[in-house]
């Protein structure tokens, strides 16, 4: 066998295409979006190498175009769930030996399929499946994908490299080496890119997974796996299920060989699932290690510096792209007295520009919120809203589900910076605005950092560096990701590692090395190369 140390190519970012009128990316995208509307795809769960299909078929619509059949998808039983595990520690031993290098060369040559022949098919799927915009679908199902691929191997590369010093006649070695067991990865509907990297990162450092998407994210996740198996992953690595969550929960967390859990979806299932993992410790060969990004409430804190236009940029983008249905969209925003009429106008402004519709005509910034569950209960909100007395619609408010699950960029004004929409987590594009009076800004400082029990994502807007330094502190620990004078949205792999704390999740950091440790296990060796051969000391010999 040849050994070598081994270099990786250098990552960068994945530039992001434009998609102009008659540029051939466009071009291309349009050629996709019309293959997945005239066609119904089949969806198989892929467990082992093999295609599954059951007895119990289940439909995917657009949300924007819900009265459209895009496929079908084959939900599985708790006897799929064994099959997966079954499958994933049947990998286990020749993936886990598999020289790094290899592995590494699986996930770069999946980050070039997505940059070249499958952009368009990705994007197109995510456009259609969870009704992004283009540039939406962009940024997030190629370009962080492919970053999430490139620089996870970048990382691994590094933390190999690591090693301890070694004192004269002993060499210290340090080993790292996949989870003993098998990675369950519960991924979103929201981001194509999370679902991607919360199976391939386990993956990547030797772990066999089991992976369960949103099933309003299932168009997208098949191709993923098409993309994962033509570049070459062996079967039985990771194995896509389809299957009811707490019929997957019941299996998996009951099983000896579970290892670990790579989790983004809501907080409250979040906590269910550490619940019952810790009920189930006895049952376990080691103890799981237990990943999660969840829920955000996440802030935008104006000072009377800030410049305006700045200003209602950032909130617009940041509440409202992706139909605010980012776990880092800004939701709440406070506001001195003395530039609220002016970020009012100019938000009212963007927004009487901003067109609602569906994901193919590319003129339209907002689309569809993901279903009608998601519907019903931003709609809520906004109704008890526009009946609550101390709270004012400055725009918006209005929506319709007749065709697609369309909800306006809505703006609320509150008296009250603890009313409901400041506090909870709506997860729509619904921002809450709390104007206070400029004397006020060091106690608002205070508000913000105990409104919620998130820290996901938060913002400054100030030109005052004194005051800009006095909010970094102040929120220290209200965020994981702390921007200044930008939209709390947008973090970009290997530039901003991704994660919250408190109610937030577990800080892992996705997009950096420190989200790769978790899914290793290391091993150290020391070899002796002159043993003693005996007991004593020279301490014990007599005067």
């Known amino acids: 066998m040849s050994f070598g140390t081994f270099n990786v190519p250098v990552p960068v970012n994945e530039p992001v295409k434009e998609y102009r009128p008659g540029s051939p990316e466009r071009e291309a995208l349009k050629i996709a979006l019309a293959e997945f509307r005239s066609q119904e795809t089949d969806i198989p769960m892929y467990i082992g190498g093999e295609e599954v299909r059951t007895d119990r078929r289940l439909r995917i619509a657009p949300p924007h175009d819900h009265q459209h059949t895009l496929g079908y998808f084959y939900e599985g039983e708790a006897k799929h769930v064994q099959k997966a595990i079954d499958a994933a520690l049947t990998a286990k031993e020749a993936w886990a030996n598999l020289p790094w290098e290899h592995r590494a060369a699986i996930f770069l040559k999946a980050a070039e399929l997505i940059a070249g022949p499958y952009r368009a098919r990705i994007n197109a799927a995510t456009m259609l499946g969870q009704s992004k915009n283009a540039f939406q679908a962009e940024i997030d199902s190629a370009c962080e994908l492919i970053d999430f691929l490139r620089f996870n191997v970048h990382y691994a590369t590094d933390i190999y490299k690591q090693q301890p010093g070694s004192s004269p006649g002993v060499w210290n070695r340090l080993e790292y080496r996949p989870l003993e067991g098998f990675v369950f990865a519960l991924t979103p509907f929201n981001f194509t890119a999370i679902a991607g990297n919360l199976p391939t990162s386990a993956a990547l450092m ?5 992976w369960k998407p949103a099933y309003t994210q299932v168009l997208s996740a ?6 994962l198996i033509e570049a070459g992953l062996p079967a039985g690595v990771i194995n896509l299920i389809y299957v009811d969550g707490p019929v997957a929960g019941e299996v998996i967390f009951s099983h000896p060989d ?8 809501s907080t409250g299932v979040f906590q269910q699932i550490w619940g019952t993992i810790g009920a189930n410790i006895h049952k376990y060969k080691t103890y799981p290690r237990i990943v999660g990004e969840t829920g955000g409430k996440d802030f935008v804190m104006v000072h009377e510096s800030a410049d305006v236009d700045e200003v ?3 909130l617009v983008r940041g509440a409202f792209e992706y139909q605010g249905q980012k776990c880092s969209a800004a939701s709440r925003a406070y506001i001195p007295s003395t530039l609220w009429p002016a970020v009012e106008a100019k938000m009212k402004k963007f927004l009487s520009e901003i067109k609602m519709g569906v994901t193919e005509d590319f003129s339209n910034f907002i689309n569809a919120v993901i279903d009608e569950r998601a519907f019903n209960k931003i709609t809520a ?9 101390k709270v004012r619609v400055v725009a918006g408010g209005n929506y319709g589900g007749s065709k697609g699950y369309f909800i306006e960029p809505t703006v609320l004004q ?5 009313y409901r929409t400041m506090c909870e987590e709506i997860f729509g594009p619904v921002l809450s605005i709390y104007v206070y009076e400029p004397s006020e800004f060091d106690n608002v400082l205070k508000v913000v950092n105990t409104t919620s029990p998130y820290a996901l994502t938060g913002s400054i807007f100030s030109k005052d560096r004194y005051v800009i330094e006095q909010a970094a502190k102040a929120l220290e620990n209200a965020a994981g990701n702390f921007y200044i004078n930008d939209k709390p949205t947008g973090a970009v792999v290997g530039q901003q590692p991704f994660g919250g704390a408190r109610a937030s999740g577990t800080n892992d950091k996705a997009g950096s090395a420190l989200n790769l440790y978790r899914w290793l296990s290391a091993r150290t060796i020391k070899e002796t190369f002159s043993p003693p051969k005996s007991y004593e000391y020279p301490f014990l010999k007599p005067e």
């Open 381 to 389: 909100y906004i109704e008890e809203a526009k009946q609550t007395d």
């Open 414 to 418: 509150v008296e009250d910076p603890a």
């Open 222 to 227: 098949k191709v993923i796996m098409e993309v």
């Open 258 to 265: 579970f290892a670990g859990i790579h989790f983004t979806g």
């Open 312 to 314: 209602a940029t950032g």
């Open 206 to 210: 030797g772990n066999t997974v089991i």
